[in-house]
């Protein structure tokens, strides 16, 4: 449905249409088995997780729970819960007016049952889309019960209601989602007796406010994240709220280089065109890290990280294309010598690893770069340039280094356009593109200490 077709606007007229009132998890449930049998994908933008998470989930919704999201930072467990959002009805009615968003035909506050009552089937109706019906908070240690559930409202007291009067009160964050989702991010950093202001919520459904009960039907799916550490080891979701929840879902990171290569195409906003095999050094290097005995395994090492190094390598191709005067910008395997300093604040190294920080992220990245490129030149034969730098040719690459002066610092060799061929460029590409497989391969050869390289302030001399 969309705002611009005849749609009800009265409880009659939606009564004379056919319409049902479904409860928020039996309208999920019904529209992602509507999904399934179709054969669509409404998990859009979420990478890696076909085998492992979403199965879970999707038998999670489809039972009707609650759910809490276990993983470490960056494995997108807040991206595929604001995923959740496509399976609501995209558009739902309401009382027009109502404060929680009440069905017209299941009005739950003193308020719009009175208007139902006197109303019948006049009782005006609105109509709300489904991104209206997602609320989120981030959990944080002066987050209030009265910011989730509610508290007494003093202008209406100032009024002349009686403090015991339901319709005194503010509703917090947790009502206002009535017939749809609310998602509380980190949701161990709660204080305790934040904590216990949920259970009523999640079973009873109804809320206590100082001091007295609403009876409040609320028809709400919870769902909530946490970092594995803080759930099972600390203890920070007391015990009688993690068994209101019905489901457990484990998060992971990519499982292979292809779903991070994937991922970061996907996230990166790219100023500069970075070419595929740079992008795969990128996921090798952030995989390498996750693998690492020097980084905190604990604290992770978010996907976030593999999109900031893509967005810095662009940013550096960007910059020498302004200096040089290139008219296209493209990444070259130089630029990856930016990426460990600019991001070194973004990792958690064990103790004792201080002062060699660099050291361990330098080693990670060449060994990224050499598995990359010892796949992409498997079988290939790169004695013709090694021996064309054994002459006596220098070649110069920088950040001040335009492209057309590395290929001419090279003469023409059958293998420069093999190499160029095997990571996906043509000859008749711009220089930057055949300037960064050449780069590649001349790196290849010095890693595998077949070359000399010489590197300072940017800039690096391959030699014989």
Do not use: C
Not at 358 to 378: D, M, P, Y
Not at 412 to 436: C, F, M, Q, Y
């Amino acid at each position: 449905m969309n705002r611009g077709q005849n749609l009800p606007r009265t409880a009659g007229e939606l009564k004379a249409a056919g319409h049902r009132a479904r409860g928020v998890k039996v309208e999920i449930r019904e529209n992602l088995l509507a999904a399934l049998r179709g054969g669509g994908n409404p998990w859009h933008g979420i990478v890696g997780f076909d085998r492992t998470v979403l199965p879970q989930l999707e038998r999670a919704l489809l039972a009707g729970h609650d759910i809490v999201l276990l993983g470490e930072r960056g494995q997108g467990k807040t991206r595929l819960l604001r995923t959740l959002i496509g399976l609501l009805d995209e558009w739902s009615p309401v009382i027009e007016g109502s404060e929680l968003g009440e069905h017209p035909f299941e009005p739950i506050t003193a308020e719009s049952r009175r208007r139902a009552a006197e109303l019948g089937d006049d009782l005006p109706v609105a109509w709300r889309h489904r991104s209206e019906r997602y609320a989120e908070k981030l959990a944080t240690p002066d987050t209030s019960v009265g910011d989730l559930i509610g508290d007494v409202d003093p202008v209406k007291v100032a009024q002349g209601r009686s403090l015991g009067d339901p319709e005194t009160i503010h509703f917090g964050l947790v009502p206002r989602a009535h017939r749809g989702i609310i998602a509380v991010n980190e949701l161990p950093d709660l204080a305790e007796r934040i904590q216990v202001g949920l259970l009523n919520v999640m079973e009873e459904r109804d809320i206590q406010i100082r001091g007295y009960t609403m009876r409040l039907p609320l028809d709400v799916l919870l769902v909530a994240t946490a970092n594995p550490e803080d759930y099972t080891n600390r203890g920070r979701i007391i015990t009688p709220l993690k068994d209101r929840f019905g489901a457990e879902v484990r998060t992971h990171y990519p499982l292979d280089v292809d779903d991070e290569i994937n991922l970061v195409r996907q996230e990166a906003e790219l100023v500069a065109e970075v070419p595929d095999a740079l992008i795969e050094v990128v996921a090798r290097f952030v995989r390498n890290l996750r693998g690492s005995g020097a980084i905190d395994q604990r604290s992770g090492v978010s996907a976030r990280f593999a999109v900031a190094a893509a967005e810095t390598l662009a940013a550096a191709a960007l910059r020498r294309s302004a200096i040089t005067g290139e008219d296209v910008a493209v990444a070259r395997p130089i630029d990856l010598d930016s990426i460990p300093a600019v991001l070194q604040g973004k990792l958690e190294f064990e103790a004792g690893e201080e002062g060699r920080e660099i050291e361990h992220l330098v080693h990670l990245l060449r060994l990224a770069i050499a598995e990359t490129a010892r796949s992409a030149f498997a079988g290939l034969d790169l004695s013709p340039l090694e021996d064309a730098i054994g002459e006596g040719r220098i070649v110069t690459t920088g950040e001040r280094v335009p492209a057309s002066e590395v290929l001419g610092a090279l003469p023409e060799l059958p293998v420069l356009h093999e190499v160029a061929e095997r990571v996906g460029v043509t000859p008749t590409d711009p220089p930057g593109r055949i300037a960064s497989a050449v780069e590649l391969a001349l790196e290849v050869l010095y890693l595998s200490r077949r070359l000399a390289k010489d590197a300072e302030d940017g800039t690096a001399v391959y030699g014989p």
